[in-house]
């Protein structure tokens, strides 16, 4: 389906956003491992979260599904059995790259594959570490590209220097370290997000963490426990933005999760002129709680450095911001944006020159001048839900209309996204917030 969109007036609006994604991952895994059932509650049912889950079934752990956002994981101690068929990752780079850490421990040969834009992401970053710790994976396509045949056997513990800042990495190695003999430890150059430490103490691994350095000894596994997987601040991104561009639009985010490898985009925010505040409301294994936002006349910024692994996803929504804020926004140590679901900085380049924006496109960045009005396009997602959602926000804004082809991909995130878009956009009288909850099929609190 296309979306047609037409520039809107400020909203106020007060909304809650579909469960965390890379938290999504890591809860079906991590349960999975653990000695026993567990519930997860707030689970995205998108369909990169619903591929781990099918995954996991397919090594033999039986997992129920009572609501669309509900899962009872009946974890089985580590213990998989050999799947009957490859396993197909869908677009998820996280299910393939951090399923692998888990499969190369395993006494069975496994075979992972992907569609056509996961067949094209660099799966070295994994294969390197996890074969210094003794893992036999073979790339079949190109360039260490997948299909991936992971043959499992035994591991021993490394102390691995990671040259990218990348949770899927730290995170392959991690739940490969669980299995592995010895001690296993993973130091980045800079701290990315740490869902997989945080989940690994919710569920009683010991882990130790130095700087950028996380340490666990072989062996270990998860006890069972029930988890609350908080809204997507990556999902909430899109009305952050929204809100914040628009001078007279307020936003309040409810029930979204607030940990700080992930917040970055508030700062940013902040410091391009909108007023942010974030309340904590709870801290069960990973914060979450309510963020406020209120539209002002932006103002150019810099992102680089070690503020770029906390703000990874949100490049392409603060690209759409800086597109719209006053001066010249420069975006640089960003090079990982070229091997995500798409090449992203190209992406945003082209897209927001198509839009009338004038941008320079670096190798490793952007630098956007904003400021000048956006004039509506005709925009392909690329197969990138994140390019799609960005530009459809774009769209918000720009005189005449926006229409984004090849939207079907925004379902791996964010399936409602399209929906709550008509509805945070319809033009309304009351000086009331407009409320959206989440839909009773994403509902699960009793
Ligand atoms: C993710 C880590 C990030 C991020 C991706 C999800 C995760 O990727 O871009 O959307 O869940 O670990 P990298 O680790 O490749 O930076």
């Known amino acids: 389906m296309d979306w047609n969109i037409q520039k809107a007036p400020p909203f106020n609006c007060e909304l809650e956003v579909p469960g965390d994604k890379s938290i999504s991952h890591r809860a079906v895994m991590l349960a999975s491992l653990a000695d026993g059932p567990c519930v997860i509650r707030g689970f995205l049912p998108g369909e990169d979260c619903l591929s781990t889950k099918e995954a996991f079934r397919k090594l033999g752990v039986q997992i129920e599904r009572p609501t669309n956002t509900t899962l009872i994981i009946h974890g089985t101690g ?8 490859a396993i197909d990752c869908g677009n998820s780079g996280t299910t393939m790259r951090l399923i692998s850490g888990l499969l190369a421990a395993q006494s069975f040969q496994t075979r992972l594959t992907g569609d056509a834009s996961l067949s ?39 102390d691995y220097i990671s040259p990218v800042a990348s949770a899927q990495i730290k995170s392959a190695i991690l739940l490969a370290g669980l299995f592995a003999s010895g001690t296993t ?18 569920f009683g691994i010991p882990l130790k963490r130095e700087g950028l350095k996380v ?36 936003l309040r985010v409810n029930r979204v999760g607030l940990n700080p490898s992930r917040t970055g985009l508030l700062g940013t925010l902040a410091r391009m002129g909108a007023r942010v505040r974030e309340f904590e409301h709870s801290n069960v294994g990973e914060p979450f ?41 420069v975006i640089s140590d960003a090079a990982e944006l070229r091997v995500k ?6 992406a945003i380049a082209s897209h927001l020159k198509a839009m009338g924006v004038a941008v320079v496109e670096k190798p490793d960045g952007l630098e956007i001048t904003g400021g000048q009005p956006l004039r509506g396009a005709r925009l392909d997602s690329l197969g990138d ?18 229409v984004i082809t090849g939207t079907d991909c925004v379902n ?31 509902t699960d609190i009793s």
Do not use: C
Request: proline content about 7%; hydrophobic content about 40%.
């Open 185 to 202: 430890s993973v130091t980045e150059p800079h701290l990315s997000r740490d869902h997989t430490e945080r989940m690994f103490e919710y």
């Open 120 to 158: 094209k992401r660099p799966m070295k970053r994994i294969m390197d570490p996890l074969s210094l710790m003794g893992a036999r994976i073979t790339a079949e396509g190109e360039q260490e590209r997948p299909p991936l045949l992971v043959e499992g056997g035994a591991l021993r513990g490394i």
């Open 341 to 346: 679901e798409t090449d992203r900085l190209a």
């Open 385 to 402: 839900h994140r390019i799609a959602m960005a530009f459809a926000i774009a769209g918000l804004f720009a005189e005449g209309e926006t």
């Open 215 to 250: 340490t666990i000894e072989g062996g270990a596994r998860p006890q069972s426990r029930d988890f609350r997987v908080p809204g997507d601040v990556s999902s909430a991104a899109f009305w952050l933005v929204a809100a914040a561009a628009q001078p007279g639009a307020r």
């Open 78 to 85: 580590g213990r998989f059995t050999a799947p009957d068929a």
């Open 412 to 442: 791996t995130s964010y399936p409602d996204f399209y929906d709550v878009l008509r509805q945070v956009t319809a033009l309304r009288t009351s000086p009331d917030p407009l409320i959206i909850r989440l839909g009773d099929d994403q």
């Open 289 to 329: 709680g309510t963020i406020e936002i209120e539209g002002t006349a932006l103002k150019a910024t810099r992102i680089a450095g070690k503020e770029i692994p906390n703000v990874i996803d949100e490049l392409p929504i603060l690209s759409v911001a800086a597109a719209l804020a006053e001066g010249t926004t």
